[in-house]
Structures are given as C-alpha cells and as structure tokens.
C-alpha cells in the first residue's frame, strides 16, 4: 500500500534554481523521512522530520511538515547537476510505531548545467 | 566505509531457478530489511530483521525467505523464480527498529526472470 505520493514525478530544472518537491500522506505518522536515489545506486536518506516539527534545514535543503494537510515538501535551495536524482519521501506505516516504512513512487530531478 | 554490501549486482535467472541474494553490513545494526523496487511502484518492503534470529514479513513476502544468519548478514532467497519477481533488490539496515531511524541502502542486485 502506497503511504507517500510525491509530486510532481519528474522535475527538470537550471543549475542554480530552487527546485521543490511534495509528498502528500494518508494516515497519521510519527515523522517522514526524505531519502536521495542516484541512478544505478541505492537510496541515501537525507533528512528526518518529526510529527511534532513544521520545518527542518540540513545544508541546502528545507524540508517543512504540515500533519493538519497531511503534507511535506522538500526544497533543495541554489541546485547543482549534482543533485540530479529521485527523491523520495517515506513514513511509517500507520504512525503505530510500525517498523516499516512506506515510501512514495518519487520525483525525478533533473538539473541542467 | 562498505557501508551495506549486496552480492550480486547483476543475475539473469530462468525460470524456475533457485537463487540467494546475500547482504552484509558493517555498521553493527541491529535492523536489517529486503526490498524490491519496480518501475512506477517505489519500494516496497519484502522481509525484516528487528534483531538477530527474527524475521517478518513485509508487505510482498509471497516467493521469497529470509535468512538473518548473524548479526552482519541477511540473505533472501528465491525457491523457485517467476518472471514477476524481476526487478532491483535492495538490502538496508538501521541501527535498532523503530520509525526514527534512517535506513542505510546497498547498491541492489538487478536480477531478471526469464
């Protein structure tokens, strides 16, 4: 069962652009987690937000968390190509403390240099 | 830093082969989880380890087991392979379980049923 959805499901921007992602939810969570998937490779998590938070930094990335519209968005500030990749959001099943995580279909982020 | 090690990276299989897939990680977690990920389906959760020497299934557990050999290892295999499980197997693991914890990817084995 699908817990995230991310939107748009592909993204292609400019070098130095914003580029910003959401992640709509269905079911209460404990937080929601922002993960990164280079092509060929396997996902690396970025950034954790807690149910109790509305917004979160990390370096260039601001991820903001509104549990009333069951949403979260992810803004990845002055983009490089590096940061060309899918991105997903994942939560926890049921917000029951379930050990597993739900993750969404992705967004896939294309920075052109 | 290995990090999450998946053997093998690539394996065409025909159908009705047998294969294990084997994972290792050097972080000492405690957690560790198979899953797959399919084009347009995101990822999607197969079996867990909570700890060493328990397993459960997640939420697409039919034609596959799991091993948790120790606490570095954790294997899946497939008895008897299908067409409809080609698709990219990822092995994680985080520190203990629980819904706050980051989860730590291997680099998937792509494997193929023919």
């Known amino acids: 069962s699908q817990q995230g959805e991310e939107d748009p499901q592909a993204l292609s921007i400019q070098e130095g652009e914003n580029a910003t992602m959401n992640c709509s939810y269905k079911?209460?969570?404990?937080?929601l987690q922002w993960y990164r998937q280079n092509s060929g490779r396997g996902l690396v998590h970025l950034i954790l937000?807690?149910?109790?938070?509305r917004e979160k930094h990390s370096g260039r990335l601001r991820v903001t968390l509104d549990t009333s519209k069951k949403s979260s968005s992810l803004l990845i500030t002055a983009s490089r190509a590096a940061d060309t990749a899918s991105y997903f959001c994942?939560?926890?099943?049921?917000?029951?403390?379930?050990?597993?995580?739900?993750f969404g279909k992705g967004t896939k982020l294309s920075v052109i240099p | 830093n290995a990090g999450v090690t998946q053997t093998p990276k690539f394996q065409v299989l025909k159908t009705g082969q047998s294969m294990t897939l084997q994972c290792a990680q050097d972080?000492?977690?405690?957690?560790m989880y198979w899953y797959r990920q399919d084009p347009g389906m995101g990822l999607r959760l197969i079996y867990y380890?909570?700890?060493?020497?328990?397993?459960d299934k997640g939420e697409v557990p039919n034609g596959y087991n799991v091993s948790r050999l120790n606490k570095r290892e954790f294997s899946l295999r497939l008895e008897s392979a299908a067409p409809s499980q080609t698709s990219v197997y990822f092995c994680?693991?985080?520190?203990?379980?629980?819904?706050?914890?980051?989860?730590?990817f291997g680099d998937g084995t792509r494997l193929s049923i023919l």
């Open positions: 994680a693991s985080s520190e203990i379980t629980g819904p706050n914890q980051p989860q730590h």
């Open positions: 079911t209460s969570i404990n937080n």
């Open positions: 937000i807690r149910s109790n938070e």
């Open positions: 994942a939560t926890d099943a049921d917000g029951a403390g379930s050990y597993q995580l739900t």
């Open positions: 972080m000492n977690h405690n957690s």
């Open positions: 380890s909570a700890s060493e020497g328990t397993t």
